[in-house]
C-alpha cells in the first residue's frame, strides 16, 4: 500500500533535501525502484514498518520537485480487506502532512499538529509480527465464541424440542458452565506449554464437542457436551487474548482486546442470524450446532498464521518456573486476584442469565425467532461495536479503572431497566447496557491480562473464569428459583443486576490502574528480585 504526491517548491535542490533530512530523519539511498537517487526516513504511521520515500529532482537555481511516497508492506491473514481502505486513508494523511511540515520549515514556520489514529486504528504501530498475531488471535476468537453462543442462544428452541421447564433450562445452562474447569486445566497448561498450542487445541475440542452436541439424544447428553465445549470455548478465546495483549506495544493493549471483542461480536452475531432457521423444525437448532463442528477445518490456516508471543518465548529461554498457582494468590497478587474475582462472580451473575435467557424474555414478550434475530441485530450490533471501539481509546487515555467502575454501573442500570420495562424502552435500554456493558467488561477483561506476570496469566485468568462461571451459575440458578415468585423472568433478572452495580462501586476502584505501563512493570517477575513490587 502506498500514497504518493508531488510539490513543486521554490529552493534549490541541495535545501529541500537538508529540509527533509532534518525534519524526517532521512538518509540517502543509492537508489529507488526507478533507480534514481532518494531519501529515505522511517513513517510510524500504522506500522512499524512504514516510511517515506523522497525523490528531490532540481529544476532551476531556486527550484525543485520532491516527489513523496507514504508506503507499507505490512499484511494481515484473514482481515486484509477491513484494514486495506483505513491504512491506506492513513497513509494518504500522513503523505499530505509531509508536504506540509516541508512547506512549514522552508518557510521557517511552525510545523502543523502531529497526526491523530483514525478509530478504528491502534494509536502506536505495530510490526508486522505483532498484526499477524493479533489478526489470527482475532479469527480464533470469532471462532470460539460463535461456538460458545450457540446454547444460550438456542435455548427456548432446546427447552421446547426436550419439552423443559424454566427451571430445567437454566439448572441446564447452570450445569454447562462446570466446563470452566476444562478450561482451567487448558489454560494452566498455557503456562508450561504455550499460548499457540493451548488455542489450537481449545478450537479443536469446541468443534469436537458441538459437533456430537447436534446429536444429542437427550438433554443431559447435551448439557454435559455443552460444559466440555464451553471449557475449550473459554480457553481458546481467553489465552488468545493474553497473547495478543503480551504482543501488543505499550498504549495498544486496550486497542488489541478491543479488536478480539469485535471479533468475538461477529461470532455472535453469526449466531444470532441462524436463529430462523430453527423456526423450520423442531429439531433445527442442530444445524447451528453441525456449522460449529464444521469450524476445524480452519484451524490448519490458524496453526500457519499464529505464532508464539515472544514474551512468553523469551521467559520459556529464561528457564523461570511457569503455571504456580500460589503466585497468583501471595503477598503480591492476592489482593489482585482478590478484588478481580469479586468483580468477575458479582458482574457474572447478571450476565449469565441476561444473555442466556434474554431470548426466552423476548419471546414471552411475543417475539418469534425472526423478531428475535431482529431485535438483537438492531439493539446488539452497532452499540456493541461503539462501545467496544470508544472502550478500546478511552481506557489507554482516561485509564482501565475509572472506564470499567463508570459503565459497568451504567451497564447494570440499563439492565435493570431493560427487565422492568416494555414498548420502545426495551430497545432504548437494551442498545445503552450493550454500549456500557462492552466497554466496562473491555477495560476489566483487558485487565485481568495485565494485572498478573506472564508466568501466570494463563493460570490467574483461568482460575478467575472458575470463580466468574461460579457467579455465572449462581446468577442463572437465582433467576429460576425467583421468576415464579417474582411474577416473571424480566424481574429475576433485573435482582441479579445489583451485584454488578456494587462491583463497579466498591470493587473495582480497589485496583491498579495498569495503563501507560510496560507490562514488566504492571506484573514483575517473581523470580526476579529486582523487579519485584508490592500493591498498596
Not at 421446547?160 to 430445567?168: C, E, K, M, P, R
Request: with cysteine; hydrophobic share 50%.
Amino acid at each position: 500500500m502506498q500514497a504518493t504526491r508531488t510539490i513543486d517548491l521554490a529552493t534549490s535542490a541541495e535545501r529541500a533535501s537538508a529540509v527533509i533530512a532534518a525534519e524526517f530523519g532521512a538518509h540517502e539511498a543509492s537508489h529507488c525502484a526507478d533507480r534514481s537517487p532518494c531519501l529515505i526516513a522511517h513513517l510510524p504511521a500504522i506500522a512499524a514498518e512504514t516510511w517515506l520515500i523522497t525523490t528531490v529532482t532540481s529544476t532551476g537555481e531556486d527550484s525543485c520537485t520532491v516527489d513523496i511516497v507514504a508506503m507499507t508492506d505490512m499484511k494481515v491473514p484473514y482481515f486484509q480487506w477491513a484494514i486495506t481502505g483505513m491504512a491506506l486513508g492513513q497513509l494518504e494523511r500522513h503523505a499530505d502532512r509531509c508536504i506540509n511540515v516541508i512547506e512549514c520549515a522552508i518557510r521557517a514556520e511552525s510545523p502543523p499538529d502531529a497526526l491523530k489514529a483514525p478509530m478504528l486504528l491502534a494509536n502506536v504501530p505495530f510490526t508486522q509480527r505483532q498484526a499477524s498475531l493479533l489478526a489470527t488471535a482475532a479469527m480464533a476468537t470469532a471462532v470460539a465464541t460463535f461456538g460458545g453462543s450457540l446454547f444460550g442462544q438456542n435455548a427456548q428452541n432446546i427447552q421446547d424440542s426436550f419439552d423443559l421447564s424454566d427451571q430445567a433450562l437454566t439448572v441446564a445452562l447452570a450445569a454447562s458452565r462446570a466446563g470452566a474447569l476444562v478450561a482451567l486445566f487448558v489454560m494452566g497448561l498455557a503456562d508450561r506449554v504455550g499460548r499457540r498450542r493451548m488455542i489450537l487445541i481449545g478450537l479443536i475440542g469446541m468443534a469436537i464437542a458441538n459437533a456430537l452436541t447436534a446429536l444429542s439424544p437427550d438433554v443431559y447428553t447435551l448439557t454435559a457436551l455443552q460444559g466440555v465445549a464451553r471449557g475449550f470455548v473459554g480457553a481458546a478465546a481467553i489465552v488468545a487474548g493474553i497473547a495478543a495483549i503480551e504482543e501488543s506495544p505499550k498504549g495498544a493493549r486496550a486497542f488489541a482486546a478491543a479488536m478480539l471483542a469485535m471479533s468475538g461480536g461477529f461470532g455472535f452475531t453469526a449466531v444470532v442470524f441462524l436463529l430462523p432457521i430453527a423456526d423450520r423444525h423442531p429439531d433445527a437448532w442442530r444445524l447451528s450446532y453441525l456449522v460449529s463442528g464444521l469450524s476445524v477445518l480452519i484451524v490448519p490456516s490458524v496453526a500457519r498464521n499464529l505464532t508464539e508471543s515472544r514474551r512468553y518465548t523469551k521467559l520459556v529461554a529464561a528457564d523461570i518456573e511457569r503455571g504456580r498457582a500460589s503466585e497468583v494468590v501471595d503477598r503480591l497478587y492476592g489482593k489482585r486476584f482478590a478484588v478481580l474475582a469479586a468483580v468477575g462472580f458479582m458482574t457474572n451473575m447478571l450476565s449469565a442469565p441476561s444473555a442466556q435467557l434474554m431470548n426466552k424474555y423476548l419471546d414471552d414478550r411475543g417475539f418469534s425467532n425472526s423478531g428475535i434475530t431482529g431485535f438483537r441485530a438492531a439493539t446488539t450490533g452497532f452499540p456493541g461495536f461503539i462501545g467496544i471501539i470508544l472502550a478500546g481509546k478511552l481506557t489507554e487515555v482516561r485509564g482501565r479503572r475509572p472506564v470499567a467502575a463508570l459503565f459497568l454501573c451504567l451497564a447494570g442500570l440499563c439492565q435493570i431497566g431493560f427487565f422492568l420495562s416494555s414498548g420502545i424502552f426495551l430497545y432504548v435500554f437494551s442498545m445503552l447496557s450493550v454500549l456500557a456493558a462492552s466497554c466496562g467488561g473491555l477495560a476489566i477483561s483487558t485487565m485481568g491480562a495485565e494485572l498478573f506476570p506472564t508466568e501466570v496469566r494463563g493460570t490467574s485468568n483461568g482460575m478467575l473464569l472458575v470463580v466468574s462461571v461460579v457467579g455465572s451459575a449462581s446468577g442463572l440458578i437465582l433467576a429460576g428459583l425467583l421468576a415464579d415468585p417474582l411474577g416473571g423472568i424480566g424481574r429475576a433478572i433485573a435482582l441479579c443486576a445489583i451485584p454488578t452495580v456494587l462491583a463497579a462501586v466498591l470493587f473495582v476502584p480497589r485496583l491498579p490502574e495498569p495503563a501507560g505501563q510496560d507490562l514488566d512493570e504492571i506484573s514483575p517477575n517473581e523470580s526476579l528480585p529486582e523487579h519485584a513490587i508490592v500493591v498498596d
